[in-house]
């Protein structure tokens, strides 16, 4: 298939996170993501989800260690010292899978989604073969950096850091 289809924009990416946001991590409005430039940390998690078929590309949700825990309580109803790796690992694969979702249905019928890769180990890398990314929306969280991005596979292969 073609990799001509367009892919979302920055604009449905904002908009996709912030209905994930308001419905799964702050429903009161309380702790709300402030948009800020992206930041990489050594030891930032990641989860991942690759479409494949009329669009081939990836979505990656990147935060740092405090911002998945912080996410996993929310997520579960529980204090962030109740949040085990597990938790963190169900909910930031979870959390792509539910933005991955909403992307997949923007584009054309035949577009297959992936079940959620998640990374929570410091210093990994995934490889995406031929992607570039497409636009990101980042920012903090209760002092913590998150990083929602769509890369698009295309040309050579790229190497993306959980970033």
């Known amino acids: 298939m073609s990799t001509d289809a367009a892919a ?7 908009e996709i996170t912030e209905q994930v946001w308001t419905s799964y991590l702050d429903p009161d409005g309380e702790h709300p993501l402030l948009v800020a430039p992206p930041v990489a940390g050594p030891d930032d998690v990641f989860a991942a989800v690759s479409i494949s078929g009329a669009w081939r590309g990836h979505v990656l949700v ?5 911002a998945a825990r912080h996410a996993a309580a929310a997520f579960l109803a529980m204090e962030p010292g109740e949040v085990g790796e597990d938790d963190i690992a169900d909910v930031l694969g979870e959390l792509v899978n539910i933005i991955g979702g909403n992307v997949k249905s923007m584009l054309p019928t035949g577009s297959f989604i992936s ?3 998640v990374t ?3 210093g990994a890398r995934t490889h995406f073969p031929s992607a570039v990314q497409v636009c990101e929306l980042s920012g903090t969280w209760r002092g913590e ?3 929602f991005s769509m890369w698009q596979s295309e040309g050579e292969r790229a190497e993306v850091r959980a970033a």
Do not use: I, V
């Not at 979302?8 to 904002?14: F, H, I, R």
């Not at 990147?62 to 405090?66: E, N, R, Y």
């Open 115 to 117: 079940l959620p890769h």
């Open 145 to 147: 950096h998150m990083s």
């Open 62 to 66: 990147t935060c740092s260690p405090g």
């Open 8 to 14: 979302p924009t920055a604009a449905d990416l904002s």
């Open 120 to 122: 929570t180990n410091a």
